[in-house]
């Protein structure tokens, strides 16, 4: 189930991955920073149109725009004006449309927690491997790279709320049929469904926060988004563990499928405008605009390559850690849905700690620095060992982890002009899933192979070499011609 939800934030494809991480990729954003001197053409989310004069420090002045997003956006608290920014940890659930994105996302976080640790449970009984884990989410992550750039189009012509509710109502029914699975290629084919719907829903939803948030409230924005996989992080494994031993994983499967129609309903009750007609000169000519203005900003370049980078750590990390906690700490199920809560629970503290943060104009130092703490935290866990020691470096990955994940994403959000931001989000999307399929296939294989402890530590040198990598390797300062010929 790592694809189907978020980094990949999940994402988290997405992101990414299984319970306490994998979930993660199942549920893996953008707009012109102040002072950047960046033009926005075109309509946004919120039904405002940002062209014209810079004003107010190089920033593109607001003009309101009589025709609706092209985007399917929400209306604004008026006509022509999108969500105005406010301080605090929670400002953007001031906004009813992101506080139904977000609770939304919640329950079908938690659901698909549930389901992805007890997926992984299983398939880890039948063997006590982890490399037919590894291959299970290697290949089906494989047909997700042939529609994760085209499906950038589509988010950028049609509704983006009712692509989000369309792929909700089908995950709901796909995700059914782990129960009828007998033969291993039947959870195959329900995975590989599963996470090709993901592709379209994953940069929707990132492409929507800028709108339904408001300005300056983008990095809160995402740490409350980020908030949802860390409490299933921390909810989830040990859930699943209690409801499958009373129940089943019949029932465990059966209440992701109700996570996906919740999410389905809370969309359904966002305000949005009718939307115009999509102005597009072909699928094609309008992929080749996307991924120009995805390598036109060096920032945005830059934020991808970094971020592929470290999934090639990440993407089949909880897999390490799953096979660290029995192989290595001799620990049953329940002690390893524990280990992987942990990252969970930092996260959620970490999230507390970035909500209320101001936005910083650059959010690079942010991104790298936490990237090299996680770094050293998961070398500490490898190192040290013992239970306790990696509860504990597990709590501070995941308060480092979530730092470095909303950073990453405003970064995007921060640069990107909104009628490109589905197809940017897309190739992002894209950059994340072949990191995810090469980590399966390379670091997710090391346990057999060298042994858990040794890849704990090398996933840890390595999160730790690329943090390193982005702090003295900055992206140029993009030039104004290039920025303006992108976004107007």
Not at 248 to 265: E, N, Q, Y
Not at 344 to 371: C, E
Request: net charge positive.
């Amino acid at each position: 189930m790592a694809a189907q939800r978020g980094g990949v934030e999940s994402t988290g494809a997405a992101g990414a991955a299984a319970a306490g991480g994998i979930a993660a990729g199942r549920r893996a954003s953008v707009g012109g920073p102040p002072g950047s001197g960046v033009s926005w053409g075109g309509a946004s989310d919120g039904g405002v149109s940002r062209g014209g004069a810079s004003g107010g420090g190089g920033c593109a002045g607001r003009a309101s725009s009589g025709a609706s997003s092209p985007a399917g956006g929400p209306a604004g608290p008026a006509a022509g004006a999108g969500p105005r920014a406010g301080a605090g940890r929670l400002a953007p659930l001031k906004s009813r449309n992101f506080a139904l994105l977000w609770s939304g996302g919640l329950v079908s976080s938690i659901g698909d927690s549930l389901s992805s640790f007890a997926l992984m449970a299983f398939i880890y009984a039948l063997s006590s491997r982890s490399l037919p884990i590894a291959r299970l989410y290697a290949l089906a992550l494989l047909p997700s790279l042939l529609v994760s750039l085209p499906v950038g189009v589509l988010v950028d012509r049609f509704s983006r709320r009712n692509l989000m509710i369309l792929v909700d109502l089908l995950r709901a029914g796909l995700v059914l049929g782990f129960i009828l699975a007998r033969l291993p290629w039947h959870f195959y084919l329900v995975y590989t469904l599963s996470a090709l719907l993901a592709q379209l829903y994953e940069p929707a939803r990132n492409s929507l926060v800028p709108a339904v948030a408001g300005e300056g409230r983008y990095l809160a924005a995402n740490a409350l988004l980020l908030l949802n996989l860390e409490v299933a992080r921390v909810v989830g494994p040990a859930l699943s563990g209690w409801v499958s031993s009373l129940w089943g994983p019949k029932v465990v499967f059966g209440l992701d499928s109700l996570s996906f129609g919740l999410s389905a309903l809370a969309l359904a009750f966002m305000a949005f405008r009718g939307r115009a007609a999509p102005v597009g000169r072909g699928s094609g000519a309008e992929l080749r605009e996307g991924l120009k203005a995805m390598v036109s900003d060096p920032r945005v370049a830059y934020a991808t390559g970094v971020n592929l980078l470290a999934w090639l750590a990440a993407g089949a990390s909880p897999l390490v850690v799953y096979a660290f906690g029995r192989q290595h700490l001799g620990l049953g199920d329940a002690g390893a849905g524990l280990l992987l809560s942990a990252m969970g629970a930092g996260m959620i503290l970490g999230s507390a700690v970035l909500g209320g943060l101001r936005s910083r104009r650059d959010q690079w130092p942010l991104m790298a620095g936490s990237l090299a703490a996680s770094g050293v935290s998961v070398v500490l866990m490898g190192w040290l060992g013992g239970f306790w020691w990696s509860m504990i470096c597990r709590f501070s990955v995941g308060v480092a982890w979530v730092a470095y994940r909303s950073s990453s994403l405003a970064i995007l959000q921060e640069v990107v002009p909104d009628r490109y931001r589905g197809r940017v989000f897309a190739a992002y999307n894209f950059a994340l899933i072949l990191a995810m399929i090469l980590s399966f296939l390379g670091l997710g294989a090391l346990p057999d192979v060298v042994g858990p402890q040794w890849a704990v530590l090398c996933s840890g040198f390595w999160f730790l070499l690329v943090g390193v990598l982005a702090a003295v390797r900055r992206p140029p300062a993009p030039q104004s011609g290039a920025s303006q010929g992108v976004g107007g």
